[in-house]
């Protein structure tokens, strides 16, 4: 199945661990993004890598860093977690000038810091 | 700084009623998106709107965009249960779809 597919889908942790998320896209688009929902349901996004060149970086802890080894995937690592970054983080990915296309976002994963 | 709106933020109707979900916003962009999100789940895109006075219509939904009055709406009739579920709005001002700012989503709930 072509899809946007992230792992893990729950995540309860701790505060002050080390966590990762995956993201892998086999739609053959060039752009990944990471988005935070919070328990508002407020959408927003975080980061966005183009062909591996991160291209947005919104205001967001350093905790927070993301990589991406190609440009099918695109990981979240999170140190010293905090209570506040309890959320569902949305892995996405479109096409560059693909403005006809909307961003195909994976299931998310629902983190849990306690 | 982009501002995307949306309104009612919550919505409970009755099956077979009509109602409009209104998307504003700040900055010019003719370049908008409708997405929905059932609980617990992604966010599936509904309708790509591309220009002043597009319209796209998928079954009881229809969005339009007003790009001059910077908004968009999302028409539902003839409501269905199966409907119920948080619709969003999110716009594109880069012209590259590369970064799409989100609206507040507006939650729906159809009762029978």
């Known amino acids: 199945d072509t899809a946007v597919s992230q792992t893990p889908k729950y995540l309860v942790t701790q505060m002050g661990n080390d966590k990762s998320i995956k993201c892998e896209q086999n739609?053959?688009?060039?752009?990944m993004y990471w988005y935070k929902q919070d328990s508002k349901k407020f959408l927003k996004i975080m980061f966005s890598?183009?062909?591996?060149?991160?291209?947005i970086n919104e205001t967001v802890p350093n905790r927070f860093s993301p990589k991406s080894p190609d440009k099918a995937h695109l990981n979240l690592h999170i140190n010293s977690l905090e209570l506040g970054d309890s959320a569902v983080y949305f892995c996405?990915?479109?096409?560059?000038?693909?403005?006809?296309?909307?961003?195909?976002f994976g299931n998310g994963t629902r983190l849990t810091v306690t | 700084e982009l501002k995307v709106e949306q309104n009612p933020l919550f919505l409970s109707m009755q099956e077979g009623k009509n109602y409009t979900i209104y998307c504003n916003y700040s900055t010019t962009s003719d370049r908008l998106y409708w997405y929905r999100q059932d609980p617990g789940k992604s966010l599936e895109s509904l309708f790509v709107?591309?220009?002043?006075?597009a319209v796209k219509q998928e079954g009881r939904l229809m969005a339009s965009l007003d790009t001059k009055a910077r908004l968009s709406t999302l028409h539902i009739t003839a409501a269905v249960h199966d409907l119920s579920a948080t619709y969003f709005c999110?716009?594109?001002?880069?012209?590259?779809?590369?970064?799409?700012?989100f609206g507040t989503g507006t939650r729906l709930q159809v009762t029978l």
């Open positions: 890598y183009n062909n591996k060149e991160l291209i």
């Open positions: 996405a990915s479109t096409r560059t000038g693909g403005y006809n296309s909307p961003l195909h």
């Open positions: 739609l053959g688009h060039d752009t």
């Open positions: 999110a716009v594109d001002v880069t012209g590259t779809a590369s970064k799409l700012t």
């Open positions: 709107l591309l220009s002043n006075g």
